[in-house]
């Protein structure tokens, strides 16, 4: 059974802070891991996807890294417009169509 | 929002009454999804379809059912809706294998 877990659950960051989130994961083969943010009452907004351990992928203030268990979203200088919740997504090697497995999301808050 | 309408947005029901939801897209994408999200849950997958008329199980598929009788839309009922199904849902949408999803914004659905 694939597996995500996300940490930490929440963050609160001053801004220009720098910071990482954790996502891990369980998988039988990888096919692709995918960063959401997620604003509230809105449906997820994709960033990132990652395929291969050593990948990185960066746009604005964000880049996503990977590893063969992990991925890291490193914050570099965020700013209150970056508070969000980031969620880790992945999909597996044997899945049908485009299934994602999610974890339950890093709720960041970065205060001005 | 990747062209993608969700109805209704907000929604309050009674136990053991069918309610329908919509999801229409104006993207011609092949694939359609259907998630709930739930504290402590994250996203889970409940029905997903390949194509019209082609429509698969995902892990919290009991007491829903799905239709894709046109590319544009896909819609999920709860023929007998339970409080367990309070949840807020989303769906997303897909051009296939690797390709990341694209959400809507979500219905809210209480069931008192």
């Known amino acids: 059974e694939d597996q995500v877990t996300q940490s930490p659950e929440a963050l609160r960051l001053q801004e220009g802070e720098s910071s990482s989130l954790n996502c891990s994961y369980t998988v039988s083969g990888l096919r692709g891991l995918f960063w959401y943010r997620q604003d509230p009452g809105k449906g997820p907004e994709f960033l990132f996807t990652l395929y291969s351990a050593g990948e990185e992928k960066e746009k604005e203030r964000l880049k996503a890294t990977l590893t063969k268990k992990e991925s890291f979203l490193h914050i570099t200088a965020p700013k209150p417009e970056d508070s969000a919740t980031y969620l880790c997504?992945?999909?597996?090697?044997?899945?049908?169509?485009?299934?994602?497995?999610f974890g339950e999301g890093t709720q960041l808050t970065v205060n001005p | 929002d990747a062209g993608i309408t969700q109805s209704p947005r907000h929604k309050v029901t009674e136990t053991g009454t069918p309610v329908t939801l919509r999801c229409h897209q104006t993207?011609?994408?092949?694939?359609m999804y259907w998630y709930r999200q739930d504290p402590g849950h994250g996203l889970r997958l409940i029905h997903y379809?390949?194509?019209?008329?082609?429509?698969d199980k995902g892990e919290v598929s009991d007491g829903y059912s799905v239709s894709r009788s046109k590319t544009e839309d896909f819609l999920l009922t709860l023929e007998s809706a339970t409080s367990s199904q309070t949840s807020v849902y989303f769906c997303?949408?897909?051009?296939?294998?690797?390709?990341?999803?694209?959400f809507g914004n979500g219905t809210r659905l209480t069931v008192t």
């Open positions: 997303a949408i897909g051009t296939g294998i690797n390709s990341p999803l694209h």
């Open positions: 993207e011609n994408h092949r694939y």
């Open positions: 379809s390949y194509g019209v008329k082609d429509t």
């Open positions: 997504a992945v999909q597996a090697v044997e899945t049908s169509g485009s299934r994602l497995t």
